[in-house]
């Protein structure tokens, strides 16, 4: 009984070894600082602080959320979220409720824009 428990044991670790070694998060719904103006692939540094795509709802730059909400990075007001948005998203279009709001955490010149 013991010599099967072990075996078992075994097995369970070799297969959650796999699954997590295939385990490949999505890192284009995140907003990294710039390595010395570096960015991940298809992303490019703004202020040379902030890795962001140029997106058509965000004035400068941001990440997709969602199909209708961005996280938008480069707010031409910092007292008026809506300046980080354009192409006719609005933050008053945004239901928070709907997606995580930590993105913008921490970054005064980011705000949430929707479709």
Not at 81 to 106: H, I, P, R, Y
């Amino acid at each position: 009984m013991i010599r099967y428990l072990g075996q078992v044991g075994v097995a369970l670790s070799l297969v959650l070894m796999g699954a997590t070694s295939c385990y490949t998060p999505d890192l284009t719904k995140e907003i990294y600082l710039c390595d010395r103006g570096k960015c991940p692939e298809d992303f490019y540094c703004i202020d040379n602080k902030y890795c962001t795509k140029k997106l058509d709802e965000c004035v400068v730059g941001g990440v997709q959320i969602s199909d209708t909400a961005t996280a938008c990075v480069g707010r031409t007001d910092v007292n008026n979220a809506n300046s980080a948005c354009a192409g006719g998203a609005t933050v008053s279009k945004c239901d928070m409720q709907m997606f995580e709001k930590n993105l913008c955490t921490g970054i005064n010149i980011c705000s949430y824009c929707c479709r």
